[in-house]
């Protein structure tokens, strides 16, 4: 798991709002603290330090024409005493999927039991189980997509099957609603060597069992 602590200083920039709230996160997290949302949306994302009379707070805004993000203003020290609890409240799902990512797509069996584990051993903090397996899922998403990501690019790929290879078919069809409902593909060089197959009977195991037992059943009469 990556430990390595965010560069987050004055104008220190990321590339969309979501590198910079988990930027700030593994700050807090690293430096025992936990800080407050006072805005955040489009344009501007300003957090403060949770704790009573402290001062600590960042402030950053959006880059003209862009998603990125430039830190505008940032406290150097608190006016607090650190966390004297081992649970964080910015110790997210997608936190601790973003810490835990690299390892899950290694070693696709890391449980959630071991997942708190490192979480503890690693950061000092502890997490729920139910905090742990999403943020499991969360990383299997970030790793492998969502299935809306996968149908979303359906139509690409069967562009794609046509253009490399001549002669195939294949196209995506929607309802009325613009859903997917099926998709068909057939590539050039089955298509052709289909006459040349040798004819076989294929047999289903369950309908055979039922056909034997059918046999039986009418000599049994």
Not at 14 to 24: E, N, P, V
Not at 201 to 212: A, H, K, N, S, W
Request: aromatic fraction near 10%.
């Amino acid at each position: 798991m990556d430990n390595e602590l965010p560069p987050l200083t004055i104008d220190a920039v990321y590339d969309t709002i979501q590198g910079l709230k988990i930027a700030c996160k593994k700050h807090a997290v690293a430096r025992f603290f936990e800080f407050n949302t006072v805005k955040s949306d489009k344009r501007r994302y300003t957090i403060k330090c949770k704790a009573n009379n402290c001062h600590w707070r960042l402030h950053a805004t959006s880059i003209e024409n862009s998603k990125r993000f430039r830190v505008r203003i940032l406290s150097e020290n608190h006016d607090c005493f650190a966390m004297n609890h081992v649970s964080h409240a910015n110790a997210s799902e997608d936190y601790i999927a973003s810490i835990i990512k690299d390892k899950l797509e290694q070693e696709c069996t890391y449980s959630v039991k071991q997942i708190r584990r490192d979480i503890l051993g690693r950061l000092r903090i502890t997490i729920s189980r139910s905090k742990a397996y999403r943020a499991r899922e969360l990383a299997f998403k970030m790793i492998d997509g969502t299935h809306e990501d996968a149908y979303a690019k359906l139509s690409q790929y069967c562009e794609d099957i046509v253009t490399s290879n001549p002669g195939s078919i294949a196209f995506v069809e929607s309802t009325s609603s613009n859903q997917f409902r099926r998709v068909f593909m057939c590539f050039n060089a089955s298509a052709e060597g289909l006459p040349y197959c040798v004819p076989i009977i294929g047999l289903d195991g369950i309908c055979l069992c039922r056909f034997l037992t059918g046999i039986r059943d009418s000599f049994n009469v």
